[in-house]
């Protein structure tokens, strides 16, 4: 083996490890353009994208696979067309998540509660989880090939976005933007926290509708009402029926009585009751239903909270205080059929509201919470996408998005946990508030040294949507933050369009005055092959990790890339990876065939730049048919593979990128150059190994960021033969990495083009049609065939192209003949017709005529006694009793027989 050589296999498992070290020595992540180093240029254009910051004790799963493999294509590319490009690390606190698994943690290990451990420890004990758990996810990614620029990588609660939260909080608190009050939220009792709108999913289940009589006071008559809760009876506050239901209107302004409590309620009229579902009258429970608030609100109804926070029963459910909300729900319901309140019991179907974190049912519930007055900053949101500001990719999800920020209400920002940024705010004994930007250590308005600061953490989501600004420094105007900022692209799936995006914006124009990216490309969500989403449930999740482990990073980016288009799901499969692992087997296997057509060029003369290089127009005399067409398919794939960058269509350019290099260069140009490199003339050789040099080191540069392992592996063993070659000017301005080289810039056409892709475009289909006839009469690869060619106009060009046609078709060129026109169409020939072209092949050369001759006699027989048969079954009593349906079916089974006899009759003759 020559030093130049490749080994035989590709091994992924030991390049991956050594390419990512060495790209992150040479610092090929780093932006090229640093504006915190003397030699700044600020007129280079940057590229920025903030990585969507993952859990910090999450473990990679393959929606992190797509959202890596994605931005890591954008920076890439970006990176090889000359932009200072930077993709900004991170991970999140996660609140919820990582409370909840260092709380199950507590109690495996050392039997004890966060409430028992203390917040202080507590808040302890989770950093250590932190620092144990959180390099996990990152060493994950940059398995992955990203190209993050870790020096600057970032959490969510370091020191500096930990300040950017609290002067967020404080500029919104002094703008009148951030409030505190009682309000209608959505209560996980299992995680002792509010839970926002978003963190709810709604489900289809099977439930109880349990009808029962509200008793008018001072009479025996009753309204009948319907609940899927009937705890929640405890704190109704009002009967509520439509004005104009004339079963009720007689008990409108009268008193109703709550039961078992026996606490009078008013009957009240309002428009939002529909007389025709259920009994038509609603108990209205205000403290426990966003519907029924609404309703309080419009009559000034008192509302009371009948749970505490674990969903138990408070001081206002009687006697039933203490008690689980689903055990009070059996026993009151038992007082209540005792007291012969119970009208009747039905199953329902119903969406019941759950906790995306914990699962278990969500309770409406009355609580104090801290509230950002939303309007303004969506109006604000909104404005920047309908001008135009911001781009989302698809363009569909516009509307989507618009429809929220249309019906947004205030964002409770407040969460009852430890883990997270606290909310910035400190109570002296006479309930002053003191909002600072530091910790205070007294109170702002009368000077009491005696304060404590706010249990309540904020949302997630408020510390995550100052990512993008918040990561460069912000607030301090840092070099980072006026170089970097705005952002160039927001990349993530469109399932946190919600959650994460809008706020996003909102917060960017809000703080900086400017929106934070110009461009939002969602992905969609990542299924099984069959379409189904992954669930471990199902026992259908594919784990990126082993996929990596068994078939190679490149293989799962490129299977996750081309499979994707914007805003669409996209199906995953093991096969898919694997073939995919074959194409970089395939990328391998050329790599290996262009270096050792390096190896193996004598030193010649120099020829012509062979990269495009024409005279008066047309290629260079050196170059064949075949070197003329590659080179033009090739400027095809560039400026199409461009165009569909710059259309977000990552998938199209992969796909089209895959087709070139295993169709155009590998089956066609790889196999026509084996001939042209014992071509007689050392320049037509040197020709030949250069054009095979240029095209795949384009292809390589194309395909790098999709698959950047084993391009820049390859890349890099071409670099070094090259360099030790004959034909080394060719690297003279080549950099050290692949990842670091310029991306192909589109050229225009320049005339010679088409009429050299039409010309080989025949060659290929004369190719292909006598290949097919070689399978379909199963003739041995090896045999040689003869050919007579009637080639009218394309007589010049086929006699020109007749080695390379005799080659890839397997003919005999010592038997093969090209005539303008044949005056008699040759006997016992098949005759293949392509365009203008005909091509006689001897049946003598191809099959053993006594063989096929007894296999067609043996065929004829078969199908004749097939229509003996039949026609016997259609001549009898069958035709007479049998439904018309099948007579038909067989009457369309002789005819075809028929047809296949006289096939057969007419290839015997």
Not at 654 to 682: L, R, T
Not at 705 to 714: D, L
């Amino acid at each position: 083996m020559t030093k130049q050589e490749l080994p035989k296999a590709y091994d992924f498992k030991s390049t991956e490890p050594r390419i990512y070290a060495m790209w992150e020595a040479g610092k090929y992540f780093k932006p090229h353009n640093d504006p915190n180093n003397a030699n700044f240029d600020p007129s280079v254009k940057p590229f920025v994208i903030s990585i969507p910051p993952p859990n910090v004790t999450g473990e990679l799963h393959i929606g992190h696979a797509m959202f890596v493999s994605v931005e890591d294509l954008m920076v890439r590319y970006h990176r090889m067309k000359g932009y200072s490009a930077l993709w900004v690390p991170g991970t999140d606190h996660a609140g919820i998540a990582t409370q909840l698994m260092v709380e199950r943690d507590l109690l495996r290990n050392d039997e004890i509660t966060r409430e028992e451990l203390g917040r202080e420890k507590f808040i302890a004990r989770t950093w250590e989880w932190k620092h144990k758990y959180g390099g996990m996810i990152t060493n994950q990614i940059r398995r992955l090939g990203a190209s993050c620029d870790w020096d600057r990588e970032r959490f969510t609660l370091d020191d500096g976005l930990s300040r950017a939260v609290r002067e967020a909080f404080v500029r919104l608190y002094e703008k009148g933007l951030i409030y505190r009050g009682p309000r209608l939220i959505n209560w996980s009792p299992g995680l002792k926290t509010a839970v926002s709108d978003l963190e709810v999913e709604y489900s289809e289940e099977n439930a109880n509708l349990y009808y029962f009589k509200y008793m008018i006071a001072g009479s025996d008559e009753f309204i009948p009402v319907a609940t899927i809760r009937p705890e929640t009876i405890l704190g109704d506050t009002a009967v509520a029926v439509h004005p104009e239901d004339e079963r009720y209107q007689k008990f409108i302004g009268k008193k109703a009585i709550v039961p078992i409590l026996g606490r009078e309620i008013p009957v009240i009229a309002d428009d939002y009751v529909s007389m025709e579902f259920g009994t038509g009258a609603l108990k209205i429970t205000p403290g426990h239903d966003p519907n029924d608030y609404a309703i309080a609100q419009r009559h000034n109804l008192p509302i009371i909270s009948m749970l505490d926070k674990e969903a138990k029963i408070n001081e206002n459910g009687g006697q039933y205080t203490g008690q689980d909300r689903f055990e009070a729900r059996k026993v009151l319901w038992a007082d209540m059929k005792e007291a012969g309140l119970v009208i009747k019991t039905e199953p329902y179907r119903t969406t019941i509201p759950r906790s995306q974190r914990g699962g278990e049912i969500v309770e409406p519930m009355i609580s104090e919470q801290w509230f950002v007055k939303i309007e303004s900053l969506a109006e604000a949101g909104l404005a920047a996408v309908k001008d135009g500001r911001i781009k989302i990719v698809p363009e569909r999800f516009d509307k989507t998005y618009y429809n929220w920020l249309e019906n947004i209400k205030d964002w409770c920002i407040s969460r009852q946990l430890w883990w997270g940024h606290r909310i910035p705010v400190w109570y002296c004994p006479d309930h002053h508030m003191t909002v600072t930007r530091e910790d205070p250590t007294q109170c702002a308005t009368c000077g009491s040294k005696e304060i404590h600061q706010d249990e309540d953490v904020l949302d997630t989501w408020f510390s995550s949507g100052l990512w993008p600004f918040s990561t460069l420094g912000w607030p301090e105007q840092t070099p980072d933050l006026k170089y970097f900022y705005p952002t160039s692209y927001m990349e993530t799936g469109y399932d946190i369009l919600f959650f994460w995006v809008a706020r996003m914006i909102m917060s960017g124009l809000e703080f900086t005055g400017e929106a934070p990216f110009h461009t939002v490309y969602l992905h969609g969500l990542v299924r099984d092959e069959h379409g189904h989403k992954m669930s471990k449930t199902k026992g259908n999740v594919i784990d990126p990790l082993i996929i990596m482990d068994d078939l190679g990073t490149d293989a799962l980016r490129f299977t996750l890339l081309v499979g994707s288009t914007p805003g669409n799901d996209t199906n995953v499969g093991v096969k898919k990876v694997e073939a995919n692992r074959n194409f970089a087997n395939k990328i391998w296997n050329a790599g290996r065939f262009v270096i050792n057509a390096i190896d193996s060029l004598d030193d010649g003369p120099k020829t012509v730049d062979g990269g495009g290089t024409t005279v008066n127009g047309q290629p260079s005399t050196v170059w064949t048919l075949a070197d003329s067409w590659i080179w033009a398919r090739l400027q095809n794939l560039i400026r199409d593979v461009e165009r569909q960058f710059q259309n977000f269509q990552y998938g199209q350019a992969g796909q089209q990128i895959y087709d070139f290099i295993w169709s155009d260069f590998a089956d066609w140009y790889v196999e026509i150059s084996k001939g042209q490199m014992h071509a007689e003339h050392a320049e037509s050789r040197r020709q030949t190994v250069e054009t095979l040099v240029r095209v795949f080191d384009t292809s390589l540069r194309l395909l790098h960021p999709f698959t950047p392992f084993v391009t820049e592996e390859i890349w890099g063993h071409l670099h070094s033969a090259l360099r030790e070659s004959s034909l080394k000017d060719i690297v003279k301005d080549w950099p050290d990495a692949l990842i670091i080289a310029k991306f192909p810039e589109p050229r225009e056409p320049e005339g010679w083009e088409e009429s050299k892709l039409a010309e080989f475009a025949l060659i290929q289909e004369i190719v292909r049609s006598i290949r097919n006839l070689r399978a379909e009469k199963n003739v041995s690869p090896v045999k040689k065939l003869a050919a007579q060619f009637s080639a009218g106009d394309k007589l010049d060009l086929l006699k020109s192209q007749a080695i390379v046609i005799s080659t890839l078709a397997g003919l005999n060129v010592e038997e093969v003949s090209f005539d303008r026109s044949l005056q008699q169409k040759p006997e016992d020939a098949i005759a293949l017709v392509i365009g203008s072209v005909e091509v006689y092949i001897p049946l003598a050369g191809m099959v053993d005529i006594a063989n096929e001759k007894a296999r067609l006699e043996k065929e004829l027989k078969e199908a004749e006694s097939h229509i003996q048969r039949l026609e016997n079954l259609l001549g009898g009593d069958f035709a007479n009793k049998a439904p018309a349906a099948l007579i038909q079916k067989e009457r369309d089974k002789l005819a075809a027989y028929k047809d296949t006899a006289e096939k057969i009759k007419a290839q015997l003759n």
